[in-house]
T-cell receptor
Framework: DVKVTQSSRYLVKRTGEKVFLECVQD?????MFWYRQDPGLGLRLIYF???????EKGDIPEGYSVSREKKERFSLILESASTNQTSMYLC?????????????FGDGTRLSIL | DAKTTQPTSMDCAEGRAANLPCNHS???????VYWYRQIHSQGPQYIIH???NNETNEMASLIITEDRKSSTLILPHATLRDTAVYYC????????????FGDGTTLTVKP
């Protein structure tokens, strides 16, 4: 089974802190994604990566950056955390898009910014 | 990616089949239909996907109409653990595999 592991289930940080969310997948997938999920807004794509050191902006990249130095690891960085970034963050991975294979998700990190 | 429409909520009796509909009337010929579910406080779980033929796996069956404008996810013998939000997604593979999740259907399985 595909395993996508997010480093923390719950995280509390303060406004202005630099926050790192880590995600690791064990299926050698090329694609990795970061979403945030908020009530009434569904899942919104922040960034995705289709290869090591490659990244593409999603629908809401402002205030975030990402890093993919190794194929299995995709990090989401909140450069200066703000209260409006309090949310559930979900990481996903998949084979290349042309394969039409599904994404697989981690269990999420519930991040609170105080 | 095509837009999907799902009912906001549905109930199902434990042990009975749960049939969850999804409308995707603007689907393109190369777009697949995917179903996921999300149990409270967990990440979305992949269930099944298909292009135009009906599909079945150990979790569920997917019935896609001949014109591909709608589909139905069938959980043959629903249990209380199937209570979750179910998402129907339509996307084309060349879109880098990104998925657009709407509000989904909240399925409540009752004893």
């Amino acid at each position: 089974d595909v395993k996508v592991t997010q480093s923390s289930r719950y995280l509390v940080k303060r406004t202005g802190e630099k926050v790192f969310l880590e995600c690791v997948q064990d299926m050698d997938h090329e694609n990795m994604f970061w979403y945030r999920q908020d009530p009434g807004l569904g899942l919104r794509l922040i960034y995705f990566s289709y290869d090591v050191k490659m990244k593409e902006k999603g629908d809401i990249p402002e205030g975030y950056s990402v890093s993919r130095e190794k194929k299995e690891r995709f990090s989401l960085i909140l450069e200066s955390a703000s209260t409006n970034q309090t949310s559930m963050y979900l990481c996903a991975s998949s084979p290349p898009g042309y394969s039409n294979q599904p994404q697989h998700f981690g269990d999420g990190t519930r991040l609170s910014i105080l | 990616d095509a837009k999907t429409t799902q009912p906001t909520s549905m109930d199902c009796a434990e042990g009975r089949a749960a049939n969850l509909p999804c409308n995707h009337s603007t689907i393109s010929g190369n777009e697949y239909v995917y179903w996921y579910r999300q149990i409270h406080s967990q990440g979305p779980q992949y269930i099944i996907h298909g292009l135009k033929n009906n599909e079945t796996n150990e979790m569920a069956s997917l019935i896609i109409t001949e014109d591909r404008k709608s589909s139905t996810l069938i959980l043959p013998h629903a249990t209380l653990r199937d209570t979750a939000v179910y998402y129907c997604i339509v996307r084309v593979g060349t879109n880098a595999g990104k998925s657009t999740f709407g509000d989904g259907t909240t399925l409540t399985v009752k004893p």
